[in-house]
């Protein structure tokens, strides 16, 4: 099960390269998500995928699951969703004031 | 326990939310924000004090010991940096009131530096890597907003440049962290260098290592310092001197912490390539601050020089050199924002940002002249200013290790800074003037007290080591040793 | 812009209500099931944000007359408070308490301070995701 969820890590971080390498805003935003998503799943992969009871020491009987994984991806989410929002709203903001959602077109140069 | 030690990231958090109440009523938003600033000064003081008396002190939340819970450590290398971080906060405060304008005070500019200092606050303080993670995007999501606010077409295009590298480095943050919960199975920096020491950090942990090596260095600007000088030139003074101040330390502070306490037993590799980074990112900085053109430029990368230098103190790594990297540290945040104030302040009396066209301004403001000529010396670490003494120390430090071409490579980069500020000194503050006595844009009383102040402290930690270099040694001592930081969190017997 | 999607309205004023039910079920379960504040408060959010969908800013606005920046303040600071307030009763910071209560109408009652602290963060979600989505909004921005 952990090989194949680390390939389909890799598979995500492929995608999201890809999309962030283009010259688009849009998809470069996108690409971020889903670099955010692929980590949090190698996350929950890296903290080992067994089966077992919910950790509550009063409600069930061991062996427990570890639950980390998932406050720590939990957080992270939290997180990724947050920054993803702001930096939609910064793209469209920029679309706005510089008129072009090119890459390219935004690299500036030095004489300004 | 002590509950005092979330104050400096909680007190920030609760002033800036209650900020937001009083958006209308903005000279109330002045006042509490600098009073709240005093308060954290007053504290992490007392709490330095407190530290040194008794010892690394901690907070575990809601009770859960380590390596169960999330906790705040507090040693002196973390509370000195939240001192001197808070002091220069205060500093930028006072130079934002009378230069950012209403509109940004309108836009919460005030609860985002509040914000931006808990992030700051509370990377210093954490003792879990996780809860490192989150303060620093708590830092980082403030500093976005502090950079593109209030844009132009040139601020919001440089600030969606520095907001995808930034998402991108703290994604890698994250891999490093699975690989390492992966590898170890814990969280707690304590707690993984003990198990990293017991395993002897295998190929395995150390390529992890590296991977943490490549994420705290994008945002530390060490080597990865591409993104640097586009963002830090675009912002409003006083965020510009902040983001120099405070967020490549906090890389910084987080490398220390890496490579003293979690994985300090590969010097050979991790710490050559550290020395080498080092010295490639001091070299770059040369070139740029000696080649730069406009006094933006100039200042931005002397805070890649500066980058480079403590991170020689790291790569070093015997007990005299970390105790340079904390004294550099605490210098280069003071300096660093005099520097980045002056030189906004230059840009703001002249309307000019190329060296060349600006001349004789000492004549139209001498203290503010002599002020700027100040923070030059500092930075070049003339005595009795506060470079000399970090420098001295991470150069005996080099000596004693036998590292002479670090030795060499950090001192020739005080003469590239040397160089750069003076040129700058000698071409716009000596000559011709070109303000004429009428058109004089008169400096406010703000802007020169938080200069001065900012100068008070330049001026304090270079006379006044004798009072600072114990806490500096209480914070080498627990980096050249980390038993002494684990035997503080790890309750006894129980691992 | 005044948007006229009858179907679209007619759904909203019948879905909102079974939405921000859900919204409130997943706030209380988050206690010892799958739920919590921050799903609480991304279901109560997506309530509001399907009401500007269907209806234009400005009605909206009338009738929920909150500054959705304040909603978020408050859910912060009713989240750090709870966290602080473990430091009044000298217990270490983000300490938390429960008991169990006779209430009227409920009978026995499990009350938590974590249940104060939750709706902080679903107050802060719904104000921090309303907000973004009229920023993006071009006249509701700020």
Redesign the interface.
């Known amino acids: 099960m952990e090989s194949v969820m680390v390939i389909l890590v890799g598979v995500l971080v492929a995608v999201a390269t890809y999309l962030i390498l283009s010259r688009n805003i849009i998809r470069v935003i996108l690409g971020t998500a889903i670099l955010s998503h692929a980590v949090h799943l190698l996350i929950l992969t890296m903290g080992s995928l067994k089966q077992g009871n919910v950790p509550l020491l009063s409600d069930s009987e061991g062996p427990y699951t570890d639950a980390l994984p998932q406050a720590l991806i939990l957080t992270a989410i939290v997180i990724s969703f947050a920054v993803t929002a702001f930096v939609l709203v910064l793209a469209f903001r920029t679309y706005g004031t510089n008129k072009t959602d090119d890459l390219q077109e935004l690299r500036g140069n030095a004489d300004e | ?1 002590s ?1 005092l030690l ?1 104050a400096p990231m ?1 007190i920030p ?2 002033t800036a ?2 900020l ?2 009083l958006r209308d009523n903005v000279r109330m938003q002045r006042v509490i924000s600098l009073i709240t600033m005093g308060v954290i000064i007053l504290i992490s003081g007392f709490l330095l004090v407190e530290v040194k008396n008794n010892g690394i002190m901690r ?5 859960w010991l380590p390596p169960f819970g999330i906790l705040f450590v507090g040693d002196a290398f973390a509370l000195l940096l939240v001192l001197v971080a808070s002091i220069v906060t205060a500093a930028c405060l006072i130079y934002a009131f009378s230069t950012i304008g209403e509109a940004h005070e309108k ?1 919460f500019f005030y609860s985002f530096v509040l914000l931006l200092v808990a992030g700051v606050n509370g990377s210093f303080l954490t003792g879990d890597i ?1 809860n490192l993670f ?1 303060c620093f ?1 708590v830092m980082l ?1 403030a500093s ?2 502090l950079v ?1 606010l209030g ?4 601020q ?6 520095y ?2 590298i930034n ?2 480095a ?2 890698m943050f ?2 490093a ?3 390492l ?2 590898a170890v199975g814990t ?1 707690n920096m304590a707690h993984i260098s003990m198990r990293v020491a017991e395993a002897g950090q295998d190929p395995v942990l150390t390529t992890i290592s590296l991977v943490f090596l490549i994420v705290f260095s994008l945002k530390a600007g060490l080597l990865l310092f591409f993104w640097l000088p586009g963002s830090y030139s675009v912002p409003p003074t006083s965020v510009a001197a902040l983001f120099a101040a405070l967020l490549t330390k906090v890389g910084m502070y987080a490398l220390i912490r890496t490579f003293t306490l979690m994985f300090p037993n590969q010097p050979d590799i991790t710490h050559t390539i550290i020395g080498v980074m080092a010295v490639i990112t001091l070299l770059a900085g040369m070139a740029g601050a000696m080649g730069g053109r406009d006094v933006k430029t100039i200042a931005t990368y002397n805070v890649i020089i500066g980058v480079g230098f403590i991170m020689i103190g790291l790569a070093i790594g015997n007990e005299q050199a970390l105790m340079g990297a904390v004294y550099y540290l605490m210098h280069d945040m003071v300096a660093k924002a005099l520097l980045f104030l002056c030189i906004g302040m230059m840009v703001y009396l002249t309307g000019e940002t190329i060296v060349k066209n600006m001349s004789g301004l000492i004549r139209n403001y001498p203290l503010f002249g002599w002020l700027y000529f100040l923070g030059l010396c500092a930075l070049v670490g003339i005595p009795p200013l506060s470079g000399f003494i970090g420098k001295v120390l991470i150069g005996q430090g080099a000596i004693a290790g036998g590292d002479y071409i670090l030795l060499i490579v950090g001192f020739l980069s005080s003469i590239a800074v040397l160089y750069s500020l003076l040129r700058i000194f000698l071409a716009s503050f000596f000559g011709e003037t070109i303000i004429v006595m009428e058109d004089e844009v008169p400096i406010r009383k703000g802007m020169m007290g938080s200069l001065v102040l900012l100068a008070a402290c330049v001026i304090f930690l270079g006379l006044g080591a004798n009072y600072i270099m114990p806490f500096v040694e209480a914070a080498a001592a627990v980096l050249v040793d980390p038993s002494i930081y684990i035997d503080a969190v790890m309750p006894q017997g129980n691992e | 812009m005044k948007i006229n999607d009858v179907i679209l309205r007619t759904v909203v004023k019948g879905v909102v209500f079974i939405i921000l039910t859900l919204g409130m079920y997943l706030f209380f379960a988050g206690h010892n099931a799958p739920g919590g504040g921050f799903i609480g408060g991304l279901v109560l959010a997506s309530a509001v944000v399907l009401l500007y969908l269907a209806y234009d800013i400005e009605t909206i606005q009338k009738t929920m007359p909150f500054d959705f920046k304040k909603v978020a303040a408050v859910g912060v600071l009713l989240a750090t408070g709870t966290a602080l307030g473990s430091v009044l009763f000298d217990v270490p910071f983000l300490s938390h308490t429960d008991g169990y209560f006779d209430l009227p109408l409920l009978g026995e009652t499990h009350l938590t301070t974590v249940t104060i602290f939750e709706a902080g963060v679903a107050l802060t979600v719904v104000g921090v995701v309303v907000t973004i989505i009229l920023s993006i909004n071009e006249e509701g921005g700020e």
């Open positions: 326990m509950n979330i909680i958090i609760m939310i209650i937001v109440f907070l575990d939340f809601s009770g836009m996780f989150v995007e999501l976005y907003v593109a844009g132009g077409k040139r919001l295009r440089e600030s969606l440049k907001v995808l998402v991108v703290s994604w994250l891999v962290l699975a690989y919960y992966g969280l």
